[in-house]
């Protein structure tokens, strides 16, 4: 799969194909996302690594850089509170990541730690509601793995559980509560 700069946006209270948004400032793949009501946020990915860029959500055009992550990384997964973007885990060659960075999404700078997944997440998955992100999974060999942090405070991940089934490049939500 080729990087691209391009970013499509649908309107979710009505069908239809995806439509152009802009740009993003470097090509990429296997990012990760967070948003607040007002921004989205990319960071990491394949070939620009430490990137992390910024859209207004109410306004197409092209990205904006934000700053960077404290580790350039691919297949980032990320979680917010709307207020603060946590990156976690990721790939750098040759292994995989257990850093997890946060950034506040209404101001623009460079990352900070934030603390170390219990695990180094190749592939994971994370979702989040307003106070705990949670990230899942794994790969090249699946887990079952369940870890959770509270977005508001810094430090490392605690174990939540498990999955049903080991398994890698999920995708995840959830709700506010």
């Known amino acids: 799969m080729p990087d ?3 970013i499509d946006y649908v309107t979710i209270s009505t069908t239809g194909d995806a439509t152009d948004f802009g740009d993003t400032s470097v090509t990429r793949r296997e990012a990760g996302g967070c948003n607040s009501d007002v921004r989205g946020l990319m960071a990491g ?3 620009t690594s430490n990137v992390i860029d910024y859209i207004t959500i109410a306004t197409t055009g092209n990205s904006t ?3 960077d992550l404290t580790v350039g990384r691919t297949y980032v997964a990320a979680c917010d509170n709307t207020t603060r973007g946590v990156f976690g885990g990721g790939w750098i060659a040759p292994s995989a990541n257990n850093t997890m960075d946060y950034v506040t999404i ?3 700078g ?3 730690d934030f603390g170390d997944l219990a695990f180094a997440f190749r592939e994971a998955t994370a979702c989040s509601n307003n106070s705990r992100g949670i990230f899942a999974g794994d790969r090249p060999t699946p887990l079952d793995t369940i870890e959770y942090i509270t977005i508001d405070t810094t430090g490392n991940s605690t174990d939540f559980g498990d999955l049903t089934v080991a398994r890698y490049s999920m995708g995840g939500l959830s709700g506010d509560s």
């Open 65 to 67: 850089d934000f700053g």
């Open 110 to 112: 460079n990352a900070t």
């Open 4 to 6: 691209v700069n391009t």
């Open 106 to 108: 209404a101001s623009t």
């Open 45 to 47: 990915g394949y070939a």
